[in-house]
């Protein structure tokens, strides 16, 4: 399974698709099987989910039937969302050698033989591969065979009882992983999102959570924001949950061990029932080399909870930079030259810090880029601090005269980066316990206003939550319409799209929303005269995207649907 994950994730190429694992816990360490034929099925099985999808999951699953001393009998299972098979092809699928449809070839290129030689390895292996699909909804691929046992006693360190948090965005993987966390034997609650973990862990009424396991890529808080959000919550309290974070194979690339500094352990799925209690003893253990709240407790972080952007194009100072900054616990984002260090720092919800900005750089320098971020609103107090190689007075000014704060001459030394960040981001007052919580509600309230917008429709709750509905899928719609139209190139219909988008947010109370919305008009008066880039035109839908995404959240919290968890 773990090589098997290997393959497919390097064959993801789109992030609309998420490939999901789920184990049946129950399952034994060792089967005998072939399972170099077995493997080839599954990747076959599960290729043509990945190829046949363009949105929504594959689900790889396992699940025991029926289980005595020696035998086990074990349905292997591919479920995608994907484009289905017609009724009519799916009694010759297997066979024909041919492909569905003649049209699905131009499409997606192929022989047809693969499921061809599935079914008979499948047969060979005594079992009997089956489809169920439906067209427009997707396929399911399944087999059931019967393997023997090699020990069906398997060697797990016992837990102490605990109730832990899963945070993930996506309800399938919520719910696979809060099964495979109860089957452990842990109480285990869920959260949709960073904003919801962070109050259900602020409840008092309520039993408290001495775990979270919270899904690396989220829209809005991601899993290495909300954690540190969580450290902020707790300080050195004694009752600080342990944080495992949750990663995708393929978000592997981003770089595994960041946030390293921020939570106790990761875990990449898939992920086994030992596997996961294997990382919670590790986690919780308070031995545990990696554990955060022990260091913080001996306060030797002094940087802890901070999030800095780093725009250097040098690889050996982003490496050197990047290794001191975690080390004293604060989160690093890298960005290797000005535009996209402009993207970065623009996109960030919460904004960044302190932003640290490498003079020399091909294409647009660090002066350059330090002007093009403070043009912004949302930017004017970012401390910006350059790294420079001469410590000129001249180039100091020069600095001073564009907006930034201090200068680090290069070679960058521990200590100096060290006093120099804490002097801008008053580090020490934010330790002491001030701070996050206070930030996190104010945020948290000012993204959305619905009392008021209720009291601007007469008081009509009712009307509201209706027109909420709406508001829900509308303003999807209209973010569509500005990705297309600003993709194209096309400036007045990206305005109007904005122009509809900044109305309903006004209507619906959306105050963030709205703003950003006005912003982006503003940027795009400027467009009508000279034409945006292509990395410009992506920054601002990124900024209309991020925010809006932030909006959904906090109406989801707020507002939740009926029936969601
Ligand atoms: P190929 O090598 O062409 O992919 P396969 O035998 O694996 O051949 O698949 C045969 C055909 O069955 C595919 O071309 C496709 O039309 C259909 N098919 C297979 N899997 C799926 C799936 N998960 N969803 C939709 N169609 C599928």
Same mark, same amino acid.
Do not use: W
């Given at each position: ?281 590790? =986690?919780? /253990? @308070?031995?545990? *080399? ?5 260091? $913080? ?7 802890? &909870? !901070? ?83 001469? =410590?000129? /007075? @001249?180039?100091? *000014? ?5 907006? $930034? ?7 960058? &030394? !521990? ?151």
């Amino acid at each position: 399974m773990r090589d098997l994950s290997d393959i497919l994730s390097a064959n993801l190429e789109t992030e609309e698709i998420e490939m999901l694992y789920d184990f049946d816990p129950k399952m034994p360490t060792n089967l005998i099987g072939d399972s170099m034929r077995l493997r080839q099925v599954l990747l076959n099985l599960a290729g043509n989910a990945l190829k046949f999808t363009e949105q929504g999951e594959v689900l790889l699953s396992t699940r025991v039937i029926r289980q005595d001393e020696q035998t086990l009998e074990v349905e292997f299972a591919v479920t995608d969302t994907g484009i289905g098979i017609p009724s009519d092809q799916l009694e010759h699928i297997f066979f024909n050698f041919k492909q569905a449809e003649s049209s699905t070839s131009r499409r997606f290129g192929g022989s047809g033989l693969g499921l061809a030689i599935c079914k008979e390895l499948v047969e060979l292996m005594g079992g009997t591969l089956q489809v169920e699909s439906e067209l427009g909804k997707g396929s399911r691929f399944f087999f059931t065979l019967h393997m023997q046992c090699v020990s069906t006693f398997k060697r797990m360190t016992p837990l102490p009882q605990m109730r832990a948090l899963v945070v993930d965005d996506n309800a399938l993987a919520r719910e696979i992983l809060q099964k495979m966390v109860r089957s452990i034997g842990l109480e285990c609650d869920c959260a949709s999102n960073g904003q919801q973990a962070l109050q259900m862990l602020q409840q008092t009424d309520t039993p408290a959570y001495q775990l979270v396991l919270v899904d690396r890529i989220m829209p809005g808080l991601d899993g290495l924001e909300t954690t540190r959000r969580i450290r902020h919550l707790f300080g050195t309290q004694q009752d600080a949950p342990a944080v495992i974070m949750v990663t995708a194979q393929q978000e592997l690339g981003m770089d595994p061990k960041e946030g390293n500094g921020v939570c106790d352990t990761h875990l990449v799925k898939p992920i086994t029932a030992g596997m996961l209690s294997d990382a919670i003893t590790t =986690a919780t /253990s @308070a031995s545990s *080399e990696c554990s955060t709240r022990k260091s $913080m407790l001996q306060g030797t972080q002094r940087l802890l &909870g !901070l999030h800095l952007l780093v725009i250097e194009d040098n690889l050996l100072n982003q490496q050197v930079a990047k290794e001191l900054l975690h080390k004293n616990g604060a989160t690093v984002t890298i960005a290797s030259n000005g535009v996209e260090g402009k993207m970065r720092a623009l996109a960030a919800i919460v904004p960044f810090d302190a932003i640290l900005m490498d003079m020399q750089m091909p294409g647009i320098d660090g002066l350059e880029a330090t002007r093009q971020i403070r043009k912004h609103p949302r930017m004017h107090s970012v401390p910006i601090i350059a790294l420079t190689a001469n =410590a000129m /007075s @001249a180039d100091h *000014e020069a600095c001073i005269a564009v907006g $930034m704060v201090d200068h680090i001459s290069k070679p960058i &030394g !521990l200590e100096q980066l060290l006093t120099t960040i804490e002097r801008h981001t008053k580090v020490s007052q934010l330790k002491a316990e001030t701070s996050l919580i206070e930030q996190t509600a104010k945020s948290a309230t000012t993204v959305i206003d619905a009392a008021q917008a209720i009291e601007s429709l007469g008081g009509g709750r009712d009307l509201y939550i209706t027109l909420l509905q709406i508001f829900r899928t509308d303003s999807l719609i209209q973010l569509q319409g500005i990705k297309g139209a600003l993709l194209q190139g096309e400036i007045k219909a990206t305005q109007l799209h904005l122009h509809t988008l900044r109305g309903m947010a006004g209507t619906m109370g959306a105050i963030a929303l709205q703003k950003i919305m006005a912003q982006i008009e503003i940027e795009l008066k400027l467009a009508t005269i000279i034409p945006p880039s292509t990395e410009e035109k992506l920054l601002l839908y990124n900024l209309a995207e991020t925010s809006l995404n932030e909006t959904l959240d906090q109406y989801d919290l707020e507002f939740p649907l009926e029936g969601m968890s």
